[in-house]
């Protein structure tokens, strides 16, 4: 069982974590919400200023927290697309150097690729195929997971992310940054049903709408007439529960009606959910409860898994690391790269090579 060290500072978290197989043995997150915060997002030269200043610090307490030290890490990995690439480099940099440094295999890692993993350290028994819905600040996609490294990837936003909707909704509401946990913990107490709003399908030529592809950019664009038509209209204060509890159910609906369709489609039982969205309690019961209906089970890993953090990237790369797959020191960090394309961040290394890991 291959023991990996991994970093991840593709977008606002400088992270490193330790990973035996499925197993983390530490993780370690040194998040700069509070840096981006008063700008309403994130800012990428502060970012991978911010990575380069905590990584040395983040990595040292992972091996710490660990209780290990060089000679017990088998592999060093370190996402290299997709994000800002200027804070991708910041780790994609450090990990290859690290490995250099320590004579260890080096592995890139696709971030995505992590999240779906971090149902793996949540679920360690979980086995392909299921179906993973990612819904974060800066991805929403429905992923089928067929094995290590073989992913189709069947539906996606056409516009903005989910979490990016809750960011920009909370902005226009005058709520600040982030804006998921805000926005949740308002429509706790709010109406969903007290002004409609679009669900954002995405028509087809042929006719119709897409089964799988969502939309979250007009329903931003309904929310800001709304608030603008109940501001001309000397509504104040604004009734931010009751919009945050309709714009909120439109999104969850939208979610849960994509990743429903697509399960059944497919004949996948399991739907695993990542990304810094799956937090959001009314998706995580409406999810439930539909998927149980159809008698599809649904993972939500505990939050430190589902917002960005090493330890997912760590397991990807365990896995990878097990196939034989070693990545180059040549390998760029990329802004963007396709999940189907994961496969050519690695070549395989000779077997005999790693026979002494297990
Ligand atoms: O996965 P993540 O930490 O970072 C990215 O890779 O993007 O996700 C962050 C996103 C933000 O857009 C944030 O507003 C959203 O997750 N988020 C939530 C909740 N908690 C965080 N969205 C809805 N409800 C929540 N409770
Ligand atoms: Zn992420």
Redesign the pocket.
């Known amino acids: 069982m291959p023991t990996i060290l991994a970093l991840e500072t593709s977008?606002d978290e400088t992270a490193a974590a330790v990973v035996r197989d499925r197993t983390v043995l530490s993780n370690v997150v040194a998040s700069q919400i509070d840096l981006h915060r008063r700008y309403g997002g994130v800012v990428p030269e502060m970012a991978s200023r911010a990575h380069v200043e905590n990584l040395g610090a983040v990595v040292e307490a992972a091996l710490q927290e660990a209780g290990l030290g060089w000679s017990a890490i088998d592999g060093i990995a370190a996402t290299c697309a997709p994000g800002l690439v200027g804070a991708l480099m910041v780790g994609l940099t450090a990990g290859k150097t690290l490995a250099m440094l320590h004579h260890k295999p080096f592995l890139g890692i696709h971030h995505l690729e992590g999240h779906i993993y971090a149902s793996y350290l949540s679920e360690p028994t979980l086995e392909p195929p299921f179906l993973c819905l990612l819904v974060?600040?800066?991805?929403t996609s429905l992923i089928h997971v067929k094995g290590c490294g073989d992913y189709v990837t069947l539906g996606k936003t056409r516009d903005d992310a989910a979490?990016?909707a809750?960011?920009k909704v909370a902005r226009l509401m005058g709520l600040g940054y982030?804006?998921?946990?805000v926005?949740?913990r308002l429509a706790a107490t709010g109406d969903p049903k007290a002004f409609p709003l679009p669900e954002g399908n995405i028509s087809l030529p042929e006719g119709g709408f897409h089964p799988y592809d969502s939309s979250f950019s007009g329903l931003k664009t309904a929310v800001l007439r709304l608030v603008e038509s109940l501001e001309a209209k000397g509504v104040d204060p604004l009734p931010l529960e009751d919009l945050a509890a309709s714009f909120q159910a439109a999104v969850v609906r939208s979610l849960t009606k994509r990743a429903l369709t697509c399960a059944i489609d497919h004949g996948l039982t399991t739907i695993a959910v990542g990304?810094?969205?799956a937090?959001?309690?009314g998706l995580r019961q409406q999810l439930t409860e539909a998927a149980a209906a159809h008698g599809i089970r649904v993972l939500f890993p505990p939050m430190k898994y589902?917002?960005?953090n090493a330890a997912m990237i760590a397991a990807a790369a365990a896995d990878h690391f097990q196939q034989g797959h070693q990545s180059s020191f040549d390998l760029g960090a990329r802004s963007r790269m396709m999940l189907g394309d994961v496969m050519t961040l690695y070549s395989m290394q000779d077997a005999g090579d790693r026979a002494t890991v297990r």
């Open positions: 977008c974060s600040g800066g991805h979490g990016e809750f960011d982030p804006g998921g946990p926005i949740d990304g810094g969205v937090a959001n309690r589902c917002t960005d």
